[in-house]
């Protein structure tokens, strides 16, 4: 799946609309939504996936942005393996899920402001070690 997004060009045309969309934010903004993004679709789809998605697209933001990707990448990382906010998201939330006694409800209220928390650190310590 990542192979046909860069093939075909559809990493740069979703980069190019990623980087009018955080054009205003500058590149601490474009990290920001690209670990927005990854959070969404790790939370629906399982993490593997959600990182093989947005790694050509990061990539594609990096190089047009002339920064390394390794910024990128690492919030990939770590927003892929943050999926607290459903229990569909990773393994062990759906294995603790019924056995716990645990609503849907009770993993978006502690899941989403923990994957928040998680957005903010990550981006503030991406930017200061990779790209300033």
Do not use: C
């Amino acid at each position: 799946m990542g192979t046909a997004l860069d093939q075909t060009g559809a990493a740069a045309w979703v980069a190019d609309h990623f980087i009018q969309l955080t054009k205003g934010a500058g590149v601490i903004g474009a990290i920001a939504a690209v670990y927005l993004l990854t959070t969404v679709f790790t939370e629906v789809i399982t993490n593997n996936a959600a990182a093989v998605l947005m790694v050509p697209i990061s990539l594609a933001i990096a190089t047009q942005l002339a920064v390394d990707p390794m910024a990128f990448f690492v919030a990939i990382a770590i927003a892929a393996s943050a999926s607290f906010a459903t229990p569909i998201g990773y393994q062990a939330n759906l294995i603790v899920y019924g056995p716990g006694g645990y609503r849907f409800s009770d993993f978006l209220k502690i899941g989403i402001p923990l994957n928040t928390l998680y957005m903010i650190v990550t981006v503030i310590m991406v930017y200061f070690v990779w790209i300033i």
